[in-house]
Nanobody, 114 residues
């Protein structure tokens, strides 16, 4: 059974930084394309960052240059480093494969105050 557990969210002021983690079990993240998604209140879930099985990275325009996706194969964990955070980054952040395949985890709330 695949389990994806997100953590690391919190309340931060605009311009601040956070590091999100996604601990996976039941899949090997190094063999999958993995993505970070987010869903803001009243909006659809969107894909913000992906890392392919060979390490290629891509980002939504809204986060390019501020967010960095990475993974630690030994820990079977995917990370999202978020810098220069803006109030519009406020959302619940989730990880999943790209395209998403598995049940969504509980997500981790990121709130950016202005």
């Amino acid at each position: 059974q695949v389990q994806l557990v997100e953590s690391g969210g919190g309340l931060v002021q605009a311009g601040g930084s956070l590091r999100l983690s996604c601990a996976a079990s039941g899949i090997i993240v190094g063999r999958k394309g993995m993505g970070w998604y987010r869903q803001a209140p009243g909006k659809q879930r969107e894909l913000v960052a992906v890392i392919s099985s060979v390490g290629f990275r891509n980002y939504a325009d809204s986060v390019k240059g501020r967010f960095t996706i990475s993974r630690d194969n030994a820990k079977n964990t995917v990370y999202l480093d978020m810098n220069s955070l803006k109030p519009e980054d406020t959302a619940v952040y989730y990880c999943n494969t790209d395209p998403y395949t598995y049940n969504w985890g509980q997500g981790t709330q990121v709130t950016v105050s202005s």
